[in-house]
């Protein structure tokens, strides 16, 4: 059985190193999809990259919270729908065969 996981991120250097090494035993290919991170999780993600399990994407859209904002006053809100169907549209372009 061949599982994957992919998760959008976006500045979760205080979370990604754990994710990473929890998850790895458990799966075959981790994907992350970055939408604009500042905070050293694409280099924490580039560090681990090196081994052929875990793939890294940065969006061309590129989001910046306002959480000082309700949702509807923000002046960029998260795509959210069109952050996630870029992430499975990679996902299918590259991997042809997936249980999970």
Known sequence: MKIITWSVVNNE????????????????CMFFLDTGSTDGTLEVLQKYAKNNCLLFKETDKKYISQYDQEWHEMSNPFPEVEIRN???????????ETDW
């Open 86 to 96: 870029q992430a499975l549209d990679y996902l299918n372009q590259n991997f042809e």
């Open 13 to 28: 250097i205080d979370f990604i190193e754990e994710i990473i090494k929890y998850h790895t035993p458990w799966v075959d």
